[in-house]
């Protein structure tokens, strides 16, 4: 091979063959002109310059159809949130599949992909590219697609099969399985909440604990707690325990949860919290805030009620109004509380909060709000008033359990019926924040075997994992498949 070089390079050859480095030379020549002749393939397929290097999905929103007890169809919305799909992507194989098979009732033709990557990503159909944008553009997923990464230049492109899987059979089935909970205590009413900590193991790696109180009046009227670790899987509970540290009684029924804690008002209205690691026994006062009622938090805000309006704090001692219309509809008991965060903003958050009121006997009532972060859009609680078009209010039950699950509300409780007896409908969920609220006939059941005569049950959620905890002590642990 002959190599032509510009004339000012004759003036080095001269020079280095003077010098006796005509050798070294030619032997540098020779190996750069054979590494810009030679290209690997293989070099060329595995080129940084055209990669998928992270893969997710946006939230995925489906309307599914369902029967309710009369037979009619009922259209609800139901919300996988895109953390919980989580994806491997082989770069040897070139492939990006789902680890988790997802539920079998997910609809997979608008999925949102995002992704990180080296160079431009296209969907491939028939020989077509079609250019995506992370976060922006949703494809169909609902079978195995060909995604193409090619790099800036042109020169470089990579293919990778993109695969979600999906369950065969039916999903949100409960399968409910009846423990035999010899330590659990627990007689008439009764508050079911689940708590979570972070903490550090000894090696310095987080560890999260997430733990199951189940409150209660023992047989003299004082405030007991009862809990249990979901490592145990409520097959194990500490010994019904009278709270302790309070300058008052503890009102059961006003328990929350906030940032990391469990909140509570005696009957002077004191404000109290206790930890997870002190298991909801003992009691530290954090405010005299003279509260009638705890109502629930937004995440940033924790929410009472005084007696003339509904306020909210940040700190515990500072209290701002955050409510003054239809105060006679607030939640009294079975009140629950659930927020989550906007998918388009972030500082922009959606609460819940209902209940049993007194100044409705025919429904329960809901109640929502929005809240902002930085304080630039902050809404009072509203009242979602029952009009006479609207037949699917709030079931209005002896009591009410409450859950939120997939992006839905879910509620059980007691029907009271004309002979003295009760009965389970069977849960309800709502969609659309607590306003319309349908009975599931055909998934979402309860057990066989819990019968209503034997008094008040709570339901609550740990992961995937339903505990539904009845008065006596009886204890059904469901797996949602």
């Known amino acids: 091979m002959f190599v032509l070089l510009p004339n000012y390079l004759y003036c ?25 002749c030679v290209k690997d393939k293989d070099d060329e397929e595995r080129s940084p310059y055209c990669a998928i290097t992270a893969f997710s999905v946006g939230s995925i929103i489906t309307y599914v159809t369902t029967t309710d007890a009369a037979g009619n169809n009922i259209v609800t919305r139901r919300v996988v949130s895109g953390n919980d799909i989580p994806f491997s992507i082989d770069q040897q194989a070139s492939t990006i599949t789902s680890v988790n098979a997802l539920p079998n009732w997910i609809s997979l033709n608008k ?34 697609r060909t995604l193409a990464c090619i790099s800036t230049d042109g020169g470089y492109e990579k293919k990778y099969t ?60 004082n405030p007991q707690v009862t809990s249990t670790t979901e490592r145990s899987q409520a097959t194990t509970w500490t010994e019904p325990t009278e709270l302790t540290g309070a300058e008052g009684v503890i ?8 940032k990391g804690k469990l909140y509570a008002v005696d009957q002077e209205g004191k404000l109290y919290s206790s930890t997870e690691k002190e298991k909801g026994m003992v009691w530290t006062k954090v405010a005299d805030a003279q509260l009638q009622r705890l109502l629930g938090s937004d995440g940033l805000n924790l929410y009472g009620y005084d007696g003339t309006e509904i306020l909210g704090t940040q700190d515990m001692n500072t209290w701002i109004g955050a409510g003054q219309a239809d105060l006679s509809m607030l939640p009294s008991t079975s009140t629950y509380s659930y927020y989550y965060t906007s998918k388009t903003n972030a500082d922009l958050t959606t609460a819940m909060m209902g209940g ?4 409705n006997t025919a429904y329960g009532v809901s109640w ?6 930085v304080n630039e859009y902050n809404q009072p609680w509203s009242y979602i008033q029952v009009s006479g078009d609207n037949t ?37 969920c709502s969609t659309d924040n607590g306003i319309a609220w349908h009975l599931q006939s055909e998934k979402w059941l309860l057990p066989t075997d819990l019968n209503a005569n034997a008094g008040p049950a709570s339901v609550v959620l740990i992961g995937e994992t339903l505990y539904l905890v009845q008065s006596g002590g009886a204890v059904w642990r469901g797996a949602i498949k």
């Open 392 to 428: 699917h209010g709030l079931p209005h039950f002896q009591e009410l359990s409450t859950i939120y699950y997939g992006g839905n509300l879910y509620t059980m409780g007691r029907r009271a019926l004309s002979d003295g007896t009760f009965k389970f409908d069977g849960f309800y």
């Open 111 to 144: 999925v949102v992909p995002v992704f990180t990557s080296y160079g431009n990503v296209y969907l491939v159909i028939d020989g077509a590219y079609y250019g995506i944008t992370s976060g922006t553009d949703s494809i169909d997923v609902s079978e195995p």
């Open 368 to 373: 929502y709000k929005m809240t902002s972060a």
């Open 251 to 258: 009102d059961c029924n006003s328990i929350t949860v906030h």
């Open 12 to 36: 080095v050859f001269a020079y280095l063959m003077e010098k006796r480095y005509f050798r070294l030379l030619i032997f540098c020549l020779s190996v750069s002109v054979l590494a810009s």
């Open 356 to 359: 049993i009121s007194e100044g």
């Open 162 to 221: 993109l695969a979600i899987n999906k369950k065969v059979d039916a999903s949100d089935m409960i399968a409910w399985e009846r423990l035999s909970v010899a330590d659990l205590q627990l007689e008439g009413s009764h508050r079911a909440l689940m708590l979570s900590a972070m903490y550090q193991d000894v090696n310095g790696a987080d560890s999260l604990v997430r733990r199951m109180f189940v409150f209660s009046n023992n047989a003299v009227g």
